[in-house]
Nanobody
Framework: QVQLVESGGGLVQPGGSLRLSCKAS????????MSWYRQAPGKEREVVAA????????NYADSTKGRFTISRDNAKNLVYLQMNSLKLEDTAVYYC??????????WGQGTQVTVSS
């Protein structure tokens, strides 16, 4: 079955950096686009960044553009989110995501990122 397992979250000061990882299994990873979402308390889940199946195309939310970088390693079934210049408002649970061709979405369990001084 499809599994997405995030790791790398934690507590960081404003201006700091974190790298999130998502290990995928149970499907042909290299054939699917991947995304990172986040959900802050009391807010809706929002897309942060997305990457095509080959890694040749990426997209970012306006709030993360220039600070976050999504990448993938298809040989290792991993997708990453490098987060730099973190802000208080980046505090959220971050989720790894992929979708089947029929639109059904798979989610990981999430990893908490807390930006605090």
């Amino acid at each position: 079955q499809v599994q997405l397992v995030e790791s790398g979250g934690g507590l960081v000061q404003p201006g700091g950096s974190l790298r999130l990882s998502c290990k995928a299994s149970g499907f042909t990873f290299s054939a699917y686009a991947m995304s990172w979402y986040r959900q802050a308390p009391g807010k809706e889940r929002e897309v942060v960044a997305a990457i095509s199946s080959t890694g040749g195309s990426t997209n970012y939310a306006d709030s993360t553009k220039g600070r976050f970088t999504i990448s993938r390693d298809n040989a290792k079934n991993l997708v990453y989110l490098q987060m730099n210049s973190l802000k208080l408002e980046d505090t959220a649970v971050y989720y790894c995501n992929t979708r089947r061709n029929d639109g059904y979405a798979y989610w990981g369990q999430g990893t908490q990122v807390t930006v605090s001084s």
